[in-house]
C-alpha cells in the first residue's frame, strides 16, 4: 500500500496520512502549549503582584512608626504582648490576659517619658525658700529604688535619701525624719514625693501591679483631665496624676494625720520638662503644705550618662550636722 501513497501523503504507523492533516495538528497543538504557556505567566505575574503590594502595604503601615533606636524593657514588653495574642489567635490556646487600664496608662506614661532607657542619673539645681538665700542642691537616682539628694547649707551638707524601703537623712535635728510626730512623718513623705521622681515608669511591668497599685476615677486638676493612680507601696498612700493628653506626671499628694484628728495635704507640683533634654524629666517642683508653698527646686544640669554605685545611696552622717 505504501507504494501507492503520493507525494501529499505520509505513512504513520503504516497508515497514509495527509500532509495537510499533520500540519494542522502541530499548529493546534503549538497554539495550545502557548495558551498554557500565558495562563501560567499571568497566575505567577498575579501572585507576585499581590506579594508585592502586600510588601508595600506592610512597609507603608511600618513607616508610620517613629523609628526604635533600642530595645528597652516597655519594648521587649510590647513585643511579648503582642506575640502571645499573635500566638493564641493561631494556635487557639486558652485566652492571654488582656493588658488592664492600669498597663495601659502606665505604658503610656513611660513612652512619654523615655524612662524605661534611663537607668541613672544625676541632676544639680537650685533650692528655693522663703527667709533663705538660694542654696545649691543635688539629685541621684538609679533604678530602680536608689534616690538621693543633697543640700549645701551654710558649708554643710544635708543628706537625705531612700534606700532598702526606708528613707534616711543625717540632719535630725533639723530635718527629722524618726518617729510617729507629724513634723516627721511629713518629712518622710515630702523627701519621698521629691525623691522617687521616675518611680512609676521605673515600675515592672511584668509584675501583679494591683496588688500595691490603684487606678482611680479620672478628675480635673488645673483645667487639665488627669488620671490618677493610688499607690499603696507606702505607709502612706501618694496618689499620682498623670495629665491624659502628655501621659506625663504633673503633680503628687498624700496624707499625714495629726494628733489631734485632723488631716494635712502634702503635694508636689511638676514643672514643665526642659525641651532640649533626651527624657521628659521635670525642670523643677514645688512643695506645698495645705496648700501652702513651702518650698521649690529648679534644675539647671543634666546627667543622664552616669553609672552611680550602691555606696553613694548608703546612709550618710556629717558630724558637724550633730553638734
Not at 111 to 120: K, R, W
Not at 144 to 161: F, N, W
Not at 162 to 171: C, D, K, P, T, V
Not at 236 to 248: E, F, V, W
Request: charged share 20%; aromatic share 8%; net charge negative.
Amino acid at each position: 500500500m505504501a507504494d501507492h501513497v503520493g507525494s501529499d501523503w505520509v505513512m504513520i504507523l503504516g497508515q497514509p496520512v495527509e500532509k495537510r492533516t499533520v500540519r494542522l495538528f502541530w499548529i493546534a497543538s503549538l497554539v495550545c502549549l502557548c495558551g498554557a504557556a500565558a495562563g501560567l505567566y499571568y497566575i505567577f505575574d498575579m501572585d507576585a503582584d499581590e506579594v508585592e503590594a502586600l510588601e508595600l502595604l506592610a512597609t507603608e503601615e511600618l513607616s508610620l512608626v517613629e523609628p526604635v533606636t533600642a530595645i528597652g524593657p516597655l519594648n521587649k514588653l510590647l513585643i511579648r504582648q503582642i506575640t502571645s495574642v499573635v500566638y493564641d489567635e493561631l494556635s487557639q490556646a486558652a485566652p492571654v490576659t488582656a493588658i488592664g487600664p492600669l498597663q495601659k496608662l502606665l505604658i503610656r506614661h513611660i513612652t512619654a517619658v523615655g524612662y524605661d532607657e534611663l537607668p541613672a542619673f544625676l541632676i544639680r539645681g537650685e533650692y528655693h525658700q522663703q527667709g533663705l538665700a538660694e542654696l545649691p542642691f543635688m539629685l541621684m537616682g538609679r533604678a530602680p529604688g536608689l534616690y538621693r539628694q543633697t543640700l549645701e547649707l551654710g558649708g554643710r551638707k544635708i543628706d537625705s535619701g531612700y534606700a532598702q524601703g526606708a528613707i534616711w537623712s543625717n540632719a535630725q535635728q533639723i530635718l527629722p525624719t524618726e518617729g510617729e510626730s507629724q513634723i516627721a512623718q511629713e518629712n518622710r513623705l515630702f523627701l519621698l514625693l521629691q525623691l522617687s521622681i521616675p518611680a512609676l515608669a521605673w515600675l515592672d511591668l511584668n509584675q501583679p501591679l494591683e496588688e500595691r497599685y490603684d487606678l482611680l476615677p479620672d478628675e480635673l486638676w488645673q483645667q487639665r483631665p488627669v488620671a490618677v493612680i493610688r499607690n499603696r507601696s507606702n505607709q502612706a498612700p501618694i496618689l499620682h496624676y498623670i495629665d491624659l493628653k502628655t501621659a506625663l506626671e504633673v503633680r503628687r499628694s498624700a496624707t499625714v494625720s495629726a494628733a489631734d484628728g485632723s488631716e494635712h495635704l502634702l503635694e508636689l507640683i511638676f514643672a514643665a520638662p526642659a525641651a532640649e533634654q533626651p527624657f521628659a524629666f521635670p525642670s523643677g517642683y514645688e512643695c506645698r503644705l495645705d496648700g501652702n508653698k513651702v518650698n521649690s527646686v529648679t534644675f539647671s544640669k543634666y546627667e543622664f550618662d552616669k553609672w552611680l554605685p550602691d555606696v553613694l545611696f548608703e546612709p550618710k552622717q556629717d558630724p558637724t550636722l550633730l553638734k
